[in-house]
């Protein structure tokens, strides 16, 4: 059964990196998922299925909304689609959700496209009587996404861009390194939760780590199947192998070996790049 896009919105479109936004009606997903968990969906019959991030459902849990980035082939061919046209199947709610509990004093941290996926989390943080610190982080000012609804939810909140078009010119982990740093007993940060490129996953997990801070990330693992029965997502998590489909998608950032994980997801991008040119006109 098909699924018709309700709404469309381009949040950004910069320097060959285009955002975008549908809304999709799925009550039987809405009602079940919570904050963390994924769906996976095909644009069309001979399409490959991507995961990507539940970033918001509507009071009534009957909608979806979906953010997602072009990068491969099946984000540009998604991208084409238009509100009125249908996705040929959707599936989910898939993965483990995020343990929220009230940490105390917690950093939310979001890079690029990441920052759609760590807005339920932000929110469910909150609810959960969390003080929530928010940093989000973009190249530049036109790639920055739901500014104002993170705000809403975060008690402080920093920008910073690459180019310093906005907020703090600089990365992340600037900001985050000058939290830590400055935090004293008892105002101490309980926990850091961050979603974005590997790279910069990588580096708030090198950050955090002298300052002994629990630190999850969300791993955006190759995945084909998603239910656990092809082995395509696996990681190193603590020198033991997970599925980043059934075990995650969320795992301590000091255990994760970011070494082989960057390896992995740059094993089709070759011929990911050569198909795109064949079949994107």
């Known amino acids: 059964m098909s699924i018709k896009i309700l709404e469309k919105k381009v949040l950004a479109d910069v320097s060959a990196s285009r955002i975008v936004q549908i809304k999709v009606p799925s009550s039987d997903i809405a009602k079940k998922a919570k904050a963390g968990q994924f769906i996976v969906l095909m644009a069309r019959p001979e399409g490959e299925r991507i995961p990507l991030t539940i970033a918001d459902i509507d009071v009534g849990k009957t909608t979806l909304t979906i953010i997602f980035q072009e990068a491969g082939l099946t ?57 929530v610190t928010t940093i989000l982080g973009a190249r530049t000012k036109e790639l920055l996404i739901l500014e104002q609804e993170l705000k809403k939810v975060s008690d402080n909140f920093y920008i910073t861009t690459d ?96 070494d082989e994980l960057i390896k992995r997801n740059n094993i089709y991008r070759e011929k990911e790049q050569h198909i795109c040119k064949l079949l994107i006109k």
Not at 109 to 130: D, L, S
Not at 196 to 206: H, L, S, W
């Open 163 to 258: 180019d310093g078009s906005f907020g703090k010119k600089g990365f992340v982990t600037d900001i985050l390194k000058d939290l830590l740093v400055s935090c004293v007993k008892p105002e101490v940060y309980n926990l850091v939760y961050a979603v974005g490129p590997i790279p910069m996953m990588r580096k708030i997990a090198e950050t955090t780590k002298p300052f002994n801070v629990k630190t999850l990330v969300s791993l955006n693992a190759l995945m084909v199947d998603a239910t656990g029965m092809c082995g395509c997502c696996r990681v190193s998590v603590g020198g033991q192998t997970r599925f980043s489909c059934v075990d995650g998608p969320e795992f301590d950032a000091h255990l994760v070996d970011w």
């Open 75 to 131: 984000t540009r061919l998604l991208s084409k689609l238009e509100a009125g046209d249908s996705l040929y199947a959707l599936a989910g709610p898939l993965g483990q959700p995020t343990e929220i509990h009230k940490y105390g004093k917690v950093i939310i941290v979001g890079g690029g496209v990441g920052i759609a996926e760590i807005y339920p989390v932000a929110k469910a943080f909150k609810e959960a009587g969390n003080q």
